[in-house]
């Protein structure tokens, strides 16, 4: 079992910053690949960053590409998002998530755990 807290979310305004913060409690948080999801009402969740649990390999959406990074910090068992640039249309309430394979899958369906979301709002 793992769990997973996120936070880091508020109100900025557009060209803004934030970095969100994923920490993970529970089972070796070193042997997971991590994702970044984020969700408005009314929409699927989507997809926004991926990484390895090895080696750092990370992927991104086309939509964040550039704009945000994800890293990890296995010793702190901390994963990270930092974006940069910030739209409206990065509003969203933002999910950490963890799957126990190498590689992260960019489908929400392939995550075994889930945080509780922090919310991201960018005005204009």
């Known amino acids: 079992q793992v769990r997973l807290v996120e936070s880091g979310g508020g109100l900025v305004q557009a060209g803004e910053s934030l970095r969100l913060s994923c920490v993970a409690s529970?089972?070796?948080?070193?042997?997971?690949?991590m994702g970044w999801f984020r969700q408005v009402p009314g929409k699927e969740r989507e997809f926004v960053a991926t990484?390895?649990?090895?080696?750092?390999?990370?992927s991104y959406a086309d939509s964040v590409k550039g704009r945000f990074t994800i890293s990890r910090d296995n010793t702190k068992r901390t994963v990270y998002l930092q974006m940069n640039s910030l739209k409206p249309e990065d509003t969203a309430v933002y999910y950490c998530?963890?799957?126990?394979?190498?590689?992260?899958?960019?489908?929400?369906?392939?995550?075994?755990?889930w945080g509780q979301g922090t919310q991201v709002t960018v005005s204009s």
């Open positions: 998530a963890a799957d126990p394979v190498l590689y992260g899958s960019t489908r929400s369906r392939e995550y075994d755990y």
């Open positions: 529970g089972r070796s948080f070193s042997s997971y690949a």
């Open positions: 990484i390895a649990w090895s080696r750092g390999d990370t």
